[in-house]
């Protein structure tokens, strides 16, 4: 069997490396631009969902929410009916980064693709989201405290 997800370890090991170096400058700590694209792609999501959709458990969400707060990349707001409810948006600080954090990304998109066909990438993307579909299941199911039968 082929290490696929050893060669999909490396790839993001390699560009979260890249993207913490480079956003040093915008005192972005370790995977924190992560959080602050979302939040600005997705204003008002609240910590549950965005611990989700980043695929990290709430306590580690929580830490990097804080920091991103403390940082004035984002702030909480209550929830209009439901004040327990706290929504993420990001400040103007925030706002400033995102196109150059996105820039970032689409240029590590096109270096990653460089000789890739229209149908290839298609293609890539398709067998991509089906292994992280997988994965969600077993993911889930640790999550909730469970172990996996190897």
Same mark, same amino acid.
């Given at each position: $069997?082929?290490?696929?997800?050893?060669? #999909?370890? $490396? #790839? /993001?090991? /390699?560009?979260?490396?890249?993207?913490?170096?480079?956003?040093?400058?915008?005192?972005?700590?370790?995977?924190?631009?992560?959080?602050?694209?979302?939040?600005?792609? *997705?204003? +008002? #999501?609240?910590?549950?969902?965005? &611990?989700?959709?980043?695929?990290?458990?709430?306590?580690?969400? /929580?830490? &990097?929410?804080?920091?991103?707060? $403390?940082?004035?990349? #984002?702030?909480?707001? &209550?929830?209009?009916?439901?004040?327990?409810?706290?929504?993420? =948006?990001?400040?103007?600080? +925030? *706002?400033?980064?995102?196109?150059?954090?996105?820039?970032?990304?689409? =240029?590590? *998109?096109?270096? &990653?693709?460089? +000789?890739?066909?229209?149908?290839?990438?298609?293609?890539?993307?398709?067998?991509?989201?089906?292994?992280?579909? *997988?994965?969600?299941?077993?993911?889930? =199911?640790?999550?909730? +405290?469970?172990?996996?039968?190897?």
């Amino acid at each position: $069997m082929k290490e696929i997800l050893r060669e #999909i370890g $490396m #790839i /993001a090991r /390699a560009l979260d490396s890249i993207s913490n170096i480079e956003f040093k400058e915008f005192d972005l700590t370790k995977g924190q631009y992560l959080y602050l694209v979302r939040i600005c792609e *997705n204003p +008002g #999501i609240i910590q549950e969902k965005l &611990a989700e959709m980043i695929k990290v458990d709430r306590t580690t969400a /929580a830490r &990097a929410i804080k920091k991103l707060e $403390m940082s004035g990349f #984002i702030e909480k707001k &209550a929830d209009s009916h439901n004040k327990k409810i706290k929504k993420l =948006y990001p400040t103007e600080k +925030g *706002n400033q980064v995102y196109p150059f954090i996105k820039r970032e990304n689409d =240029y590590s *998109n096109s270096v &990653a693709l460089a +000789g890739f066909t229209d149908e290839e990438m298609e293609t890539i993307h398709d067998l991509l989201q089906r292994v992280r579909k *997988n994965v969600e299941v077993d993911w889930e =199911y640790v999550k909730k +405290g469970n172990k996996r039968d190897y």
